[in-house]
């Protein structure tokens, strides 16, 4: 593929892997190719993990290293996302240049929709995509900053002090013609064939009927990455003229089956403006589906043809196609013949009845006729860049002048095998008037005629046929319309019913960032306080930055590959390497034998195995490593090693059954303040009920990536990884050989992404990795696949929480026992801090008199879940806020009101006897319902929900008190080393890692105001464990508290030390000082520390001081939800934080941004999913999905709070890495505020169940609409469910 082509072959590092299936846009270049028949050159973006090299010919292609870079001149697209703080770990940030760039190629002053889109396929873990956004609306007429384009000829604001680059001359690399003869590229496994002529396409056909027709690879591609497909011939017919030609008739036209996505979605385009309106509903149609194919880079790919030809499932093109009667033109040695797309066509999962030497030469779509109406209507898990859940195309044709059906045909996709027609139910309603009886009589035909089992693969099976249903009333509601204003009926649809089919609103609006201003007379040197930018963000967005898989290869490397478990209990009978050993390039296989030093590596006490040796305890457990030349051979090698098991009775995979069999990490903790039991006999009310919350995968793009570099003398190992806790790889290495610290180096450049991830699952890597350099002698890379990240390194720990509350009819919250279960997966890992933590934070904001909490960290059979950002806070506080939602329910009050009744007020002691002063808690609520003007939007929604019968509006605020340091006193401590060189120029060492989150930009910061010089003279290194030794995991928000100060205590030595010759020629420069500092013999070089606070938390008592203070915050969303669909969007969120005096303002906004969204993913959409007998089944963005730029509100404020000081953290500053994230949860209460009027205008009131995430399904479920109530529950224990419910 391209990627590897351009990463390995040609060092061109910039261009990134994040998933190699076409579903992160990492990887994004453009590509430009010249077309002859309108003598000009197309430009498109693509992803390069699924672009064959071979059908490259004739092409150019622009990576990000082609279009700026430090060394010449930084592009305008590069500058801008920079300078819009929208680059944080950078990983994403090379892909979303190329996707803006390759816009900007074709459309230099692009929409905000043209923007949307050209980024649709483009995932960022970290910012929240605000600032992306931002950073390029500049490129848009409509921008609101000064309007450079970026095209060489304006500046813009954004622009800094380098020119613009003027466009790359890609034109001169296209070739204009290309040699007209067929093609063979012969691999090791593979031969490519590329002919030229349909007759030796045919002919290639039917010499090789097996072998596939590649056009996108978007289909195969991925088939024989993650599948194993193979394939020894393939054929590319991209140089065959007539798979391309586009053929106009009167009846209709037809479409080239080679042609893209892109060109049918611009050539349909093109027939809509200038068709009449009736003779353009199928185009329509499938214009309304184009939109929603994958991301752009696999629209400009993926052929019509190869979507028609895949027959997946839930395709989207086949049920438009199939119900608009539309034909193709197929051709083989035996003819060409016409067939028409259609249930006989399409016969099963990828099957159609195309005879295997077939081809299909180009697709026939009609023009449609007056009286025929068309309509394609989708659900799916993301509102773009996602396979849909359920997709239709419906088309009727009435009986002139009259609404007695003639023709109809409904088609949908993901309800079966196949594309399935409900020609049942079609049969039933042709031939009668168009209207409610006859249409209600048409659910019930069509309940019956697609009834799916509750087994179906994919699951979601209640969801998908209430979905068959309400997509069929859309289409209802669109056609009353259309026969009102065809006037066949009297009545259009009222305001209220109309709601069911527009669409869900849809703008982005720039966003405010509010920050404080530095103090008054603050020097302008002096950089704190102020927005600086990430100081790599320039080399991010050129692709020059390095990632640790972007380090050059050193001679001789070799590729680990891990095996892991496929079994969820099972006793290790035998590892069979034979055939492993003898697989060309196989060098090694490791196990757990090899291990020269400790097999186990220690967090927290707790042992945990490294390769499993006896016993495996959940599928995805590491049991050996196989090592080879390259990565595929060490593929190859994996793929043969041979596991011999025994099963183990009766896994354990959710939290119900580890209760049942008592399947528990210890301690279980408990904490109790004033007297739960008695309170509960003198409340008013009390309401017992439970939220269940899914876990979540941390997702960073990049993937865990290490290389361990034997020295060759001293066994010595320089380590190169990505990793949050570079002391601990160090240290669990140096035990798994068996020789001291001192001998391993561990070193981290930057981590594209981490969220808790990369703490002690990259450990364990390390250390196989490490064993297998150590064995060879060679150094060893370790990339891992998107698919064996997931599957390997855990997840956020899902919970169960269970609560009983006693309160008064007036509110307030008199008493509250909460249980928590948490689903550990196979080991200890952090759980049991995890939960520890979850404990601490149940209270939230909230003053609860009698307060008891429990929580347990349950073993499971599932892998070992870990630390992920907020590390047990958000899933603790969903569960508190969920509460006092329910006693808002019973009460029939707003839950802001409850909220408020109990929250802290003045000076308290927390349930754990820590004194606080919520005084900018109530600060940030108050100023949030203020600056979101709560109470006139709470009102406006009310009457919404009135007028809209099918969309309903929610609104939630909500506060968050989140603990900042670890709790564990000694974790809280760090150090530097600072170095002045004599010409002035200043290095920087500190123990934090930089993950994006900026931290070397305020350490940047720091170091200027403590040594009074600009930054420009600062430059941070690697975070490395030679330089700084026994540093602290880069976490729990506090690795600016901590190594600020110990960056700060350095520079203040060296600041000192220079005071004599300062003295000497108070009028001299900084250089001249260092320079005679130097001459006078004094140290130049000086390390700081910084002891931290001496935190810590007794269980026994109960009682401790765990945190050093609080970030406060409050956050107010409001969204709007298809109530027919379960799809939803966030209208707006205001977030107040207080994070006292920000360092840097940008930085901090960012992390605001960054985790808010990442918290509406944990709470809306991100699912994990295991089949019954325990495999993730959710191993890539295909199948987890993230949210993507469609997922961001429409408006997105963050204000920080004004007049805040914190006399506990450096410079008055407050952490805010991971606080935020739990105010993502206010788009979940939104969501349960509007679902809770949809189900009060059905007759439902009180409290109802809505578990995280709250997806779609689940949304639309609990909406309980009309179509919801007609689908018959299956019955739990009648059937094997597709998914099992974590936890
Ligand atoms: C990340 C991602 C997201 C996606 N999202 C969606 C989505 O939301 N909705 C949706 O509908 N689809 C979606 N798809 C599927 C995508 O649209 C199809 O994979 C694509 O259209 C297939 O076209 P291709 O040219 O890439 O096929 P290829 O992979 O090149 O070929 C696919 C198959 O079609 C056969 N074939 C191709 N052309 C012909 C021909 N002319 N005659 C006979 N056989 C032929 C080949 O032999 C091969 O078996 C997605 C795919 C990806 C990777
Ligand atoms: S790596 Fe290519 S799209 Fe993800
Ligand atoms: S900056 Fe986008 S993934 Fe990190």
Known sequence: MLLSYLR??????????????????????????????????????????LLPVCQLQGAAVTTVEGIGSTKTRVHPVQERIARAHGSQCGFCTPGMVMSMYTLLRNTPQPTMEDIREALGGNLCRCTGYRPIVDGFRTFCQESNCCQGNGNGTAGCCLDGESPPEKSGNVSDSVPETEPQMSQRFIGENIVWISPVSLDELIQLKADHPQAPLVIGNTNIGPDIKFKGALHPIIISPTRVQELFAVTRTAQGVYIGAGCSLSVVKALLEGLVQELPEE???????????????????????????????????????????????????????????????????????????????????????????????MGALRQAPRKENALATVTSGIRVMFTEGSSVVKELSICYGGVGPCTVSASRTCAAIIGRPWNEQTLSEAYTVLLDEISLSPSHPGGKVDFRRSLTLSLL???????????????????????????????????????????????????????????????????????????????????????????TSTRPHAKIRGIDVTEALQVPGVVDVITSKDIPGKKFRTFTGVDEELLAENEVSCVGQMVCAVIADTREQAKRGAAVVKIHYEDLPEPVFTVE?????????????????????????????????????????????ETQSMVVVPSGEDRELRVYLSCQHPTYAQESIAETLGIPSNRVSCHVKRVGGAFGGKVTKTSAIACITSVAAWRSGRAVRCVLERGEDMLITGARHPVLGRYKVGFMNDGKIIAADLHYYANSGNTADESVLVVEKVLLHLDNAYNVPNLRGHSVACKTNLPSNTAFRGFGVPQS?????????????????????IREINMYKEVSLTHYKFQFDPKNLLRCWDECKEKSDYDSRRQAAGEFNQKNRWKKRGLAVIPIKYGIAFSEGFLNQAASLVHIYKDGSVLVSHGGTEMGQGIHTKMQQVASRELHIPTSFIHITETSTSAVPNTCPSAASFGTDANGMAVKNACETLYRRLEPVRKQNPTGTWESWVKKAFLQKISLSATGYYRGHDLYMDWEKQEGQPYAYFTYGACCSEVEVDCLSGDYRTVRTDIVTDIGRSINPSVDIGQIEGSFIQGLGLYTMEELQFSPSGVLLTRGPSQYKIPAICDIPLQFNVYLLSDSDNPHAIYSSKGIGEPVLFLGSSVFFAIKDAVAAARAEAGMDGPFTLDSPATPERTCLACNTDFTQKIPPSRPGSFKPWALNIP
């Open 8 to 49: 390995d072959r040609l060092r061109l590092t910039g261009t990134k892997y994040g998933c190699g299936g076409g579903g992160c846009g990492a990887c994004t270049v453009m590509v430009s190719r010249y077309q002859p028949g309108t003598k000009t050159i197309l430009h498109y973006s693509a992803n390069a993990c």
């Open 279 to 373: 003779k353009t509903e199928i185009y329509r149609a499938l214009l309304q589906q184009l939109g929603n194919v994958g991301g752009q880079q696999i629209r400009n790919v993926a052929s019509i043809g190869g979507n028609i030809v895949s027959a997946y499932p839930n395709s989207d093109l086949n049920p438009v196609l199939a119900a608009g009667s539309c034909k193709l033109s197929v051709v083989s040695k035996g003819g060409r013949k016409e067939i028409l797309l259609n249930k006989d066509f399409l016969v099963g999962f990828g099957k159609t009845s195309l005879k295997p030497d077939e081809i299909v030469l180009s697709v026939f779509i009609p023009v449609s006729r007056k009286w025929e109406f």
């Open 473 to 563: 009333f859309k289409f209802n509601l669109q056609i009353l319309h259309k026969l009102w204003e065809m006037n066949v009926i009297k009545e259009d649809l009222s305001e209220e019913m109309s709601s069911g089919i527009r669409p869900l609103p849809n703008q982005l609006q720039p966003g405010i960032q509010v920050f404080q201003p530095v103090v008054n007379g603050q020097s302008v040197d002096d950089q704190v306080g102020r927005p600086v930018m990430h100081h790599s963000a320039i080399s991010q967005a050129t692709g020059e930055a390095v990632y640790c898989d972007d380090i050059p290869k050193t001679d001789g490397e070799l590729h680990l590959v891990l095996v």
């Open 657 to 701: 059954e580890a209760m049942e069999k008592k399947s528990y990490f210890q301690p279980q903790r408990t904490i109790e303040r004033g007297n739960v039991t008695q309170a509960f006999e003198e409340v008013d009310q009390v309401y017992e009920g439970e939220i269940r919350l899914g876990g979540q995968e941390h997702f960073y793009m």
């Open 877 to 897: 506080m969903l569960v508190t806020e969920n509460m006092i939602n329910d006693v808002a329910m019973k009460l029939g009050r707003n839950a802001e009101e």
